[in-house]
């Protein structure tokens, strides 16, 4: 699979250490990626997927200057609907029967980035790798014999933008 844009939103609770060089983020977001397949077969369209999850992303930031830190985590996923596109119909919802079938309801995997603040305002850059499939998908012909699987792992750029709503200081 192609991945394509998506977006995330949510709370990032953050403590910092006394010694102020470490600080621990426990982000809670809403997700919604995006991929598309094919066309594997001539003349079918192309099929698009997007799923939408929720996601926990704990991380230690370490600073290396003043407004810089590194971090680094894992993260926990769990999709709570899936969508299909085929072109020419729209987006439709995956019944969850079917979605169970076609995609893991939970992933892991490790994140890490950078972040840099300016006043109460933060710039993130983060990527992920997901340790277990989003999707694991075997296909097989007419007569049941197996043909191409199709395995995707998470694997995401993200660049965000936060604002400190409550400061400790």
């Known amino acids: 699979p192609r991945f394509l844009?998506?977006?995330?939103?949510?709370?990032v609770p953050a403590f910092k250490a006394e010694s102020g060089k470490i600080e621990v983020f426990v982000p809670l977001s809403f997700v919604e990626r995006q991929f598309q397949f094919g066309p594997e077969v001539p003349d079918t369209p192309i099929s698009r997927d997007r799923f939408r999850s929720l996601e926990l992303n704990p991380r230690i930031g370490i600073f290396i200057g003043p407004d810089f830190s590194v971090l680094a985590g894992m993260y926990g996923s769990y999709i709570v609907q899936t969508h299909v596109n085929h072109n020419e119909d729209g987006w439709s919802?995956?019944?969850?029967?079917?979605?169970?079938?076609?995609?893991?309801?939970?992933?892991?995997?490790?994140?890490g980035?950078?972040?840099?603040?300016?006043?109460?305002f933060h710039i993130y850059g983060n990527v992920q790798y997901?340790?277990?499939?989003?999707?694991?998908?075997q296909f097989t012909d007419?007569?049941?014999?197996?043909?191409?699987?199709?395995?995707?792992?998470?694997?995401?750029?993200?660049?965000?933008?936060?604002?400190?709503?409550?400061s400790g200081k």
């Open 5 to 11: 844009a998506g977006y995330h939103i949510g709370l």
């Open 93 to 111: 919802v995956v019944p969850d029967w079917i979605r169970k079938q076609l995609y893991n309801s939970f992933e892991v995997g490790f994140t």
């Open 113 to 120: 980035g950078l972040r840099y603040a300016v006043n109460r």
């Open 130 to 137: 997901g340790l277990s499939p989003l999707l694991d998908m």
């Open 142 to 166: 007419v007569n049941g014999e197996p043909l191409d699987k199709f395995s995707g792992r998470n694997l995401a750029f993200q660049l965000g933008l936060g604002y400190t709503i409550i």
